[in-house]
Each structure stands twice: as C-alpha cells, then as structure tokens.
C-alpha cells in the first residue's frame, strides 16, 4: 500500500499536514512497531473534516520473523471529537461563569474543608483574594462559638451522607463583620463513588434578612397594635377569611383567638345576615375604602354562647403582600341604642307633654324656628291646621318680626336671659287686645351651649276683666257695708233710748196698776216686758257686732289665763248654780285686742255653761303653739251639735233652738268668728251629739 502526499490529503489534530509516509499502517511496516489511537483528519471535498483513529499491528511470518503485514483499524470519531470539543468548551464556559458570579461565593473544597477553589463573588462577599484564602481551612468562615459547636463539620457530614445539605445562619467575614448567609454544600463525586470534595455555595442574604426583620418587626407592631385596640377589631382577608383578631375580641365574641383566626368571618355573624354580609364584603372588595358598614339595615354580632349583639362596623382597606384586606372594627351599641331609646322616648313625652300641656308652651331653635308647640298655643293664636314645626317665628307672626321689643327679648334670652312679664298687652289678629301673661327661657343643649328658648304664655284677658269686676263688686260691697255698719250703729244706738223707755213704763204699769188689772193684762204687761228686754239684749249684741271691725282694733299683749279668770268670774253665779268646773291649762300672752279676746273667752265659756248636758258641766280650756299662730280650744261636755250644722252656727241670727229651750240671740259665734278672722285667725267646732263640743280658733303670733 503506496500513498502520494497529494493524494493523501490528510492532516494532524493541530491542523499540521499528516505526511503520508507518517501513517501508522506504514511506520508499524518499517519499523515493526504497534501504533496505537493515532488522530488522523482527511479533509473531504466540502471541506469537512472525517476524523479516523488509527491502530495498527504488525504480523510476522513465523518462520523467517520478518513483518509479513500489517493489521490496522480505522475507527471514524468525527461525531466522538464534535461531542468532546463542545464538551471542553462548555467546561471552559461553566468555570469562567463560576469565577465570574459576584452574587454567590462559589468554591470548592476537599474532604477536610481545605479551600481548594475561590471565584469572585466569595471575594466580595467574604473579603479574602484567591490567592491568600486557598489552601486555608474553610471553618474560618464559621464564628467560634459555631465552630466549638461543631457547625461546619455537621454540614460536611451531612452532604457527605445525604450528598447536599442547606443552612442558614452568621458567618465572618474577612474584616470580622457578620453577614447572613444561606449556603448549600453539595458532595463531589469520582466516578466510582468516592468523595472527592466539596462545592459550596454561599449567598449574603444580610440585606434580605434585615429587610425580613423589618417586615416581620412591622407586621409584629402592627398585630400588636390591632390586638390592642379598643374597639374588637378583626382582619379580614379577601376571601372573607379572619386573619387577625385583636385582644378586645375575644370577650367581645367569647370565642379564644385561635379558635377565630383562620376561619370565615360568617362565623361572628347572625345567619338571618350572613348572606347579605356575604355580598356586601365583595361589593365591598371592588372599592374597598375607609367608612362604615352599611347594609340597609341594623347591624349585629354574633357571640359563641349564640346571643346577637348590636355593633357598629367601621371598614378600612389594608394593603398587604397577600392583597387586600379588610380591618373591620366593631363596636357594642347596646348602651347607645338603648340610651338613644330613652332619650327618644323622653322627646316623645316631652312632645306629648307639651302638646297636651294645659297652658301655651312653644318651643324654639336658636333660629328661633318652632321645634313643638302646645295644642293651647295652635288655640290660643289661632294657627288651628296650620303647619308651623320647622318654620321660623317671625314667618308665622309676620308681625313680630316688625315689633322690636320683642326680637330683642328674643335675642336676649337666646343669649341665656330669662324674662317675664305678669300682665302685658298684645294685639289680636282682629285688631282687639289681649292681656298676655309670659315667660321666656333658653333651654340647652347636651353640651351646655344654648338651643333655643322656651315661650310660656297665657291670655289672661278674661282673669283680668273678671278681677276687675270682682274688684269693682268689692268696692261695692264694702261700702254697702259701711253703710250697713253705719245703719245698724245707728239703729241699735238710737233704739236702745225709746227701748229703754218702753220697758221702763211698762214696769211702772205693771207696778203702780198690778192691783187694778186682771191676770191677763198683767201677763201681756210680762210679756211685753220680756220682749223689750229680748230686743235690747238684741240690740248690745247687734251693736256689739256692728262696731267690729278693724278701725277699732288696736293690739296690745294680752294675758289669756288673766282673761278667763275674768271670765270665770263673770259667770260666778252660774257657776255656783251648775256646779261647773273650769280647768284651764298653761295659756299663752298674745298680741291681741284685749276687748275682743274677753268678748271671745265670754261667748264660747257662756254657751259651753249655756249648752250644757245632764252632767256637770267641765269646761276645759287650752292651747297649743303651732308654726305662726296659736291654737286655742274650748271643751266642754254639753250637749253637741250634729255635724250638719258645724257651720251655719257660725252666721250671724243663726240659732239651732227655739227661743224657749234657750236664751240667745244667734250672734254670739258669729261675733267671736269676727274676731277670730280680724286677727288673722279662723274658727270651727268639732263635736258629736250628745257628747260635748269643742271650739279651735287660732290666732295669729
Ligand atoms: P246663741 O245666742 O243662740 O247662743 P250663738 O251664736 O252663740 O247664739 O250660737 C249659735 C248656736 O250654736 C246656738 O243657738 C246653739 O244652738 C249652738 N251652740 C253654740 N255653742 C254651743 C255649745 N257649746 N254646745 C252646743 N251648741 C252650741
């Protein structure tokens, strides 16, 4: 086998020209050596290259030894070689992009931890250069206290066992300074199994961890502070999920936290409302914004025991890393809502109260706009059917708007004056006057600052008109009176001269002609007698009455005990005859009419003798103080007086028997009942028939 060069056409692995004469086939032939896995390249004619390894061995002729031929083998690695060059390469790459990553310290050690490899991202991130770190112990990177707890070779035995281990912890820096790096250690391999090193990848998380740090250092302040707030706040997520829940929750719902956190807010939600809570949440997520939940309706919560409680919800959105959330805040309304009841109950009243008041009460704001007003004041100024709550005074009464004085009584009582006036004019819409009784006073509100006012008002056209008739009536009577007064002195005094004189010359008739005249006409001379007397007892009585009156009353401290010792005295005889007994007690001096008081001891002793029972007479006298005046009695144990009469015995002539039971004239009580009231007393009787009376009047201190 001959090859040309021309031909042959062949060339070495470093693009050199083979030489034919180089062929293994030949070089074995000349020179009887094997050649073995010698590269040859033939260049095709479309300019690739087939790529032929060549073996060759001799064969020698067994007798003489010489090389007889030679045996070779091609085999084409053309596809091996391509494989093998795009492998080398992408080697090359690998480990130039490992030395070139800045962001992970990437090395390589062997089985005891000795640096055998540093790439540029373990230089910045660790601080040494490569060549004063390789060949250096790898648990340098480890802080003592890691090392003495055996750390670094805990990693290596672990990659060595499970072939790759992670961990995350403080590591040193060349300088020192600590950084948090997460690493992975990964065991390498020959390819019979047997570690041969390690690669180690290190990344410096320091600043994520920080910034980790601060988020979880964030979040911590945030829950604390939702869990401490006042009102039971919870946290929603977007799919209606309780992701926080604050301290206040858990008495607010008596549900613990945990048993809360991680399940759907319907569960702290009635189920009549749940549906419709449903709904409005993701009405709610669409434009999720901070205000109050409204849902058309009261809202309420439910509690784990089952009971429902009114709440107010207030929402604001949350913008979190998980998306939207919802911080809902609850709040108890029990005690408002049932306050608001009160106090729209007690407006209620007060409106009933006022519309049914018996006077003219309007109330107004402090635009002086009428807020209620009393069915008397619609009456009294004639606005029967029309509507005036929420118009202003001055629109109802154009009139007034007019009437200074009054919008600046107004003002000032806006201004928080009271004012009134007892007896004022005012026009009536048909031109006539009124006589106006008012009040005005502000009112005020919750925080002490005036609302309005409050008007009272009351026509007192007719009081007036009726006092001034009774007023006239009185003068009237007064001087009817005086006149009456007048006439009865005058009357009694000069009757008491002819009287005098009657019943003197009848008894000398009776005397000087007792013995001419017949039993008869002496009996009508006794009777005419008997009348004149009568009449002139009459008389003093009539007198006596007629000339008390207040003119007359001049006061001076009087001795009571004195003056019914005088009294007593008085009725000496009588005294004797009925064996009456007088008991008075302690009695007081008064600042009295000394004339008078006798005449009143004398009457009431005089009819307790005069109207005396079958019994002894006992007649007891007494007083009692009391607040501003004195309290007297007359006891006696006569004969009573039914209850029917208690105060006509008090009119002047009145008389309960007939002139022949019992001497009187019927002005004996009605003189003391004068007395009593002209010193500011009054007088009345208390008695049973049949079983005494008693007579109180009071006197005034
Ligand atoms: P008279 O002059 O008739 O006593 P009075 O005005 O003193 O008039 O009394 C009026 C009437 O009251 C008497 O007529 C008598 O019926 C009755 N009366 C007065 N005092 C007593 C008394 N102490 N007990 C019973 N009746 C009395």
């Not at 480890?142 to 090392?147: F, G, H, K, L, S």
């Not at 449903?278 to 109050?292: A, G, L, S």
Request: glycine content about 8%.
């Amino acid at each position: 086998m001959t090859y040309s060069d021309r031909d042959w056409n062949t060339i070495y692995e470093d693009r050199s020209v083979f030489p034919a004469i180089e062929h293994p086939s030949m070089v074995t032939l000349n020179t009887g050596t094997p050649q073995r896995n010698i590269v040859m390249g033939r260049k095709k004619s479309n300019g690739n290259i087939a790529w032929i390894k060549v073996n060759s061995d001799p064969v020698f002729d067994a007798v003489s030894g010489k090389i007889e031929s030679v045996i070779s083998t091609f085999d084409d690695i053309t596809e091996i070689r391509k494989i093998r060059t795009d492998l080398h390469m992408n080697e090359g790459h690998y480990s130039d992009m490992v030395e070139a990553v800045e962001d992970y310290a990437i090395i390589r050690i062997d089985c005891n931890g000795i640096i055998q490899n540093w790439n540029k991202g373990a230089e910045r991130i660790k601080g040494y250069k490569q060549k004063e770190i390789v060949g250096k112990d790898f648990r340098k990177f480890y802080r003592e206290q890691d090392v003495l707890a055996g750390v670094p070779d805990r990693l290596l035995r672990e990659a060595t066992v499970n072939g790759k281990v992670t961990d995350e912890g403080w590591r040193v820096r060349k300088d020192g300074t600590l950084f948090w790096a997460v690493i992975v250690i990964s065991a390498i391999k020959n390819k019979n199994g047997e570690i041969t090193g390690y690669t180690k990848v290190t990344r410096d998380i320091t600043e994520r961890k920080n910034a980790e740090e601060k988020i979880q250092y964030q979040e911590k302040m945030f829950r604390s502070l939702v869990e401490g707030l006042p009102d039971a706040t919870v946290i929603v997520d977007d799919k209606g999920i309780i992701r926080i829940v604050g301290d206040q929750c858990e008495s607010f719902f008596g549900y613990p936290k945990d048993e809360m956190v991680g399940k759907p807010v319907e569960m702290l939600i009635p189920d009549d409302i749940a549906s419709k809570h449903k709904h409005e949440r993701k009405r709610y997520m669409n434009d999720p914004q901070r205000r109050f939940m409204n849902m058309g309706g009261e809202l309420a919560a439910l509690k784990k025991n089952g009971e429902i409680i009114p709440v107010e919800i207030s929402l604001a959105p949350l913008q979190t890393s998980e998306g939207v959330m919802v911080i809902t805040s609850l709040r108890n309304i029990t005690d408002r809502l049932r306050n608001e009841k009160i106090i729209r109950e007690a407006k209620d009243l007060l409106g009933l109260f006022v519309k049914h008041a018996p006077a003219a009460v309007a109330m107004f704001d402090e635009k002086m706009h009428y807020i209620m007003a009393s069915d008397q004041w619609y009456q009294d100024y004639e606005l029967s059917g029309m509507e005036i709550i929420g118009k202003s005074h001055y629109d109802v009464f154009p009139e007034i708007k007019e009437m200074t004085s009054w919008v600046s009584c107004h003002q000032r009582c806006l201004q928080g004056a009271s004012e009134k006036n007892e007896k004022d004019l005012l026009q009536r819409k048909d031109g006539g006057w009124n006589w106006l009784q008012w009040e005005i006073h502000p009112w005020k509100k919750d925080d002490g600052s005036i609302g309005g006012i409050v008007m009272f008002t009351q026509i007192i056209t007719e009081r007036i008109e009726a006092e001034e008739k009774l007023k006239q009536l009185n003068e009237r009577l007064v001087n009817s009176n005086k006149e009456l007064e007048q006439f009865a002195y005058v009357a009694s005094h000069d009757l008491q001269e002819p009287l005098r004189m009657v019943s003197s010359f009848l008894r000398l008739l009776e005397k000087k002609y007792r013995n001419s005249l017949d039993e008869t006409a002496i009996q009508y001379i006794d009777f005419a007698v008997d009348g004149a007397e009568r009449m002139k007892g009459l008389i003093s009585d009539l007198l006596k009455f007629s000339r008390l009156n207040s003119k007359t009353l001049t006061k001076e401290l009087v001795d009571c005990r004195v003056l019914v010792d005088s009294v007593s005295h008085l009725y000496a005889q009588q005294i004797k005859e009925y064996g009456v007994r007088i008991h008075a007690g302690p009695l007081p001096a008064i600042y009295a009419n000394k004339t008078q008081i006798q005449q009143l001891f004398q009457n009431l002793i005089g009819n307790a003798i005069k109207y005396r029972g079958s019994a002894e007479p006992d007649i007891d006298i007494g007083c009692d103080e009391a607040n501003g005046y004195w309290e007297f009695y007359v006891k006696d144990n006569g004969i009573g007086i039914d209850e029917r009469y208690f105060e006509k015995i008090f009119v002047i002539f009145e008389q309960l028997h007939g002139k022949n039971e019992y001497e009187g004239t019927g002005i004996g009580l009605a003189v003391c009942r004068k007395i009593v009231e002209l010193h500011g007393g009054k007088i009345w009787v208390e008695s049973e028939k049949g079983k005494g009376s008693t007579f109180y009047f009071t006197i005034l201190k």
